[in-house]
Nanobody, 116 residues
């Protein structure tokens, strides 16, 4: 099994920055995709950013240029650096480890609130 734990969520003012961390443990395969998703109150879960084990990245349009995803394959971690935060970025942010046919594993999420 795989355990996924997120951290770093907090209350931040508009225009501020925050760094989220995701740590995966257990049966981790070398080739996987780690991704950050978010779910705001009353809305569907959406992909924020994802990164492959070879470093390829994908961002949703609303965060491109403001957020940066990175990973450390040796430590099985993925970080999300969030800059120029906006109130509409407020959501529970969840990390997922996609190991293809071996399953997708989710953390419980960390809350990011952007408000003055």
């Amino acid at each position: 099994q795989v355990q996924v734990v997120e951290s770093g969520g907090d209350l931040v003012q508009p225009g501020g920055s925050l760094r989220l961390s995701c740590a995966a443990s257990g049966r981790i395969f070398s080739r996987n995709v780690m991704g950050w998703y978010r779910q705001a109150a009353g809305k569907e879960r959406e992909l924020v950013a994802r990164i492959t084990s070879s470093g390829g990245t994908t961002y949703t349009d609303s965060v491109r240029g403001r957020f940066t995803i990175s990973r450390d394959n040796a430590k099985n971690t993925a970080n999300l650096q969030m800059n120029s935060l906006k109130p509409e970025d407020t959501a529970v942010y969840l990390c997922a480890v996609d190991q293809g046919s071996y399953g997708i594993y989710w953390g419980k999420g960390t809350l990011v609130t952007v408000s003055s």
